[in-house]
């Protein structure tokens, strides 16, 4: 038996969520949803599916659809995946998962009351460098992790649309790009509760709309002013005494960068840019580099695995992961580096 898939939204994620469930026999895709009615046509022919509506909630009360993609920007993912868990369907919601904490504790509460499963779209931690790292870090070769550094910069990479108005994307980099890089640093640190956040953010420079010559992702909606931070810097403590810090940019006079990594009492890894785990033998420092496909995020890999992953959690075949609480947890930490930024003091993060 398949799992048969509604996807909401479909503008450029969706197509990456639409091609891997076409592409895994544990998926039928049978109807597609967006606001945008002539874009839903023209993605239920690109990907043969059968229902195309312009209303989230005819695709919802549709009894041929099981689970759905959760595709909107991301003020709206809230209000849609509490509407889709309680028509009894499961949920892959991108990130993040939600904007508010009371939001993400409502998405908590409908797990709970629905029994239906949620995961978060936290794609990097299905990619192949960081199921690696994983594996090494279960098995206890980075012993207690105590410190992460998570850092994704673009120069001039505000994909504009909603991506800059906060009263649809909640936020700026922070919310867009940091979402990733804390969730795989917090993840391979063990998930440990997050107490206090200290955070600065800085917008001097705006989308810079005006750079040429130079590609980027680019939201798939009509420009809108743009109201987001250009730059997040923040650090966050930990239950169990570690800290992460995190920096990442839309637009920062400087150069692109990404760099994820853990550090142990026993050894230590980059997981960004590529896969290095690095650890003492015999009073000698060692880099130890995995031989495997991609050292560095397999965007394709990545995704395929995510959605194979939610494919068998409604299957009933594995529990959940990245799940509810998990996006409650990020939305605690997202929300105190806000505030912090705000008041100019560390946030305790309480709950
Ligand atoms: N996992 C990743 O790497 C990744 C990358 C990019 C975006 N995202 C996330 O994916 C989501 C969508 O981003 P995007 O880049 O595809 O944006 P997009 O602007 O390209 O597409 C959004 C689509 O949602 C539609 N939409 C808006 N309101 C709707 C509603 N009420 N009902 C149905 N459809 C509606 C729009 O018409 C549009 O087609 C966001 O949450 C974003 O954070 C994730």
Same mark, same amino acid.
């Given at each position: 038996?398949?799992?048969?898939?509604?996807?909401?939204?479909?503008?450029?994620?969706?197509?990456?969520?639409?091609?891997?469930?076409?592409?895994?026999?544990?998926?039928?895709?049978?109807?597609?949803?967006?606001?945008?009615?002539?874009?839903?046509?023209?993605?239920?022919?690109?990907?043969?599916?059968?229902?195309?509506?312009?209303?989230?909630? !005819?695709?919802?009360?549709? &009894?041929?659809?099981?689970?759905?993609?959760?595709?909107?920007?991301?003020?709206?993912?809230?209000?849609?995946?509490?509407?889709?868990?309680?028509?009894?369907?499961?949920?892959?919601?991108?990130?993040?998962?939600?904007?508010?904490?009371?939001?993400?504790?409502?998405?908590?509460?409908?797990?709970?009351?629905?029994?239906?499963?949620?995961?978060?779209?936290?794609?990097?931690?299905?990619? &192949?460098?960081?199921?690696?790292?994983?594996?090494?870090?279960?098995?206890? !070769?980075?012993?207690?992790?105590?410190?992460?550094?998570?850092?994704?910069?673009?120069?001039?990479?505000? &994909?504009?649309?909603?991506?800059?108005?906060?009263?649809?994307?909640?936020?700026?980099?922070?919310?867009?790009?940091?979402?990733?890089?804390?969730?795989?640093?917090?993840?391979?640190?063990?998930?440990?509760?997050?107490?206090?956040?200290?955070?600065?953010?800085?917008?001097?420079?705006?989308?810079?709309?005006?750079?040429?010559?130079?590609?980027?992702?680019?939201?798939?909606?009509?420009?809108? &002013?743009?109201?987001?931070?250009?730059?997040?810097?923040?650090?966050?403590?930990?239950?169990?005494?570690?800290?992460?810090?995190?920096?990442?940019?839309?637009?920062?006079?400087?150069?692109?960068?990404?760099?994820?990594?853990?550090?142990?009492?026993?050894?230590?890894?980059?997981?960004?840019? !590529?896969?290095?785990?690095?650890?003492?033998?015999?009073?000698?420092?060692?880099?130890?580099?995995?031989?495997?496909?991609?050292?560095?995020?397999?965007?394709?890999?990545?995704?395929?695995?995510?959605?194979?992953?939610?494919?068998?959690?409604?299957?009933?075949?594995?529990?959940?992961?990245?799940?509810?609480?998990?996006?409650?947890?990020?939305?605690?930490?997202?929300?105190?580096?806000?505030?912090?930024?705000?008041?100019?003091?560390?946030?305790?993060?309480?709950?």
């Amino acid at each position: 038996m398949t799992t048969r898939i509604g996807v909401i939204g479909l503008g450029a994620i969706a197509v990456e969520h639409l091609g891997a469930y076409q592409k895994n026999p544990l998926a039928d895709l049978v109807a597609v949803c967006d606001v945008d009615v002539e874009r839903a046509k023209a993605r239920a022919e690109q990907f043969a599916v059968p229902k195309v509506t312009g209303d989230v909630a !005819e695709l919802l009360s549709d &009894p041929d659809v099981d689970a759905v993609s959760v595709c909107v920007p991301n003020t709206l993912h809230a209000p849609i995946a509490e509407a889709a868990l309680r028509a009894g369907k499961d949920v892959l919601v991108e990130k993040p998962m939600t904007v508010t904490v009371a939001e993400a504790e409502r998405l908590v509460r409908a797990v709970e009351e629905t029994g239906k499963a949620l995961q978060v779209g936290y794609v990097r931690r299905f990619a &192949p460098n960081a199921l690696v790292a994983k594996r090494f870090l279960d098995a206890g !070769e980075f012993g207690d992790v105590y410190a992460a550094r998570a850092t994704l910069l673009r120069a001039a990479g505000n &994909p504009g649309g909603w991506f800059g108005d906060v009263e649809l994307s909640g936020g700026g980099p922070l919310i867009d790009l940091g979402v990733h890089i804390i969730d795989l640093c917090w993840y391979l640190m063990g998930m440990p509760k997050a107490v206090s956040a200290s955070g600065a953010t800085f917008s001097p420079l705006g989308a810079r709309d005006n750079i040429q010559n130079l590609s980027r992702y680019r939201a798939q909606s009509a420009a809108r &002013p743009n109201t987001v931070e250009d730059y997040a810097t923040a650090q966050i403590r930990f239950e169990n005494g570690a800290v992460l810090n995190v920096d990442t940019s839309f637009s920062l006079h400087g150069r692109n960068e990404i760099g994820v990594r853990i550090h142990g009492d026993k050894g230590g890894a980059e997981i960004e840019p !590529e896969l290095l785990m690095v650890t003492e033998r015999h009073d000698t420092l060692l880099h130890v580099q995995p031989q495997i496909d991609s050292l560095g995020f397999d965007f394709k890999v990545g995704f395929a695995n995510q959605i194979d992953h939610f494919l068998r959690i409604c299957r009933g075949e594995i529990p959940a992961d990245a799940t509810a609480e998990q996006g409650l947890e990020m939305a605690r930490i997202l929300t105190a580096i806000y505030e912090s930024a705000e008041r100019g003091a560390e946030v305790a993060i309480t709950r």
